[in-house]
């Protein structure tokens, strides 16, 4: 998986540490595995860490985080929808507090040993899953 704001593999102690680290601002967020390999969105609201266990029916082709709150063909399009709709709400349950606002973006990088290393930074809204046409592809 490419998207920026996905972590790969990482505890909910180092999820926590990074949204502290940014500021915990409300509606920052990265998304990451948790030990068993589920998919959790890491998100802060209100200077508290929240982890929403987002999930993949392989039947069906999609994600969500309730079925019957909101469904999505890919990863990428249920984090655009969270960003896109604001707080979730199911019943009296509240399913995602706010807004995804600002993504914290793990860019691998290769250092002076030749090994690999993660950096974070955040950045405001949502990264491009792909990038945008340029005027001489189009034409």
């Known amino acids: 998986m490419s998207l920026a704001w996905f972590h790969g593999s990482l505890p909910t102690s180092h999820a926590n540490s990074l949204l502290e680290e940014h500021g915990m601002s409300n509606g920052l967020f990265l998304v990451r595995e948790n030990r068993e390999g589920a998919l959790v969105l ?17 039947r069906r082709s999609c994600f969500f985080v309730d079925e019957q709150a909101m469904v999505a063909t890919s990863l990428s399009d ?14 009296r349950d509240m ?4 807004a995804l ?3 914290i973006f793990c860019e691998k990088k290769l250092g002076s040993d030749g090994k690999r290393s993660d950096s974070t930074g955040a950045r405001a809204a949502l990264p491009p899953t792909k990038p945008a046409p340029t005027a001489a592809a189009a034409a």
């Open 42 to 58: 890491s998100l802060a609201f209100e200077k508290k860490a929240h982890h929403i266990s987002m999930r993949k029916d392989v």
């Open 95 to 98: 399913i995602i507090p706010c």
């Open 78 to 91: 249920l984090v655009k929808q969270l960003h896109d709709a604001g707080n979730i709400t199911v019943g």
């Open 101 to 103: 606002t600002k993504a």
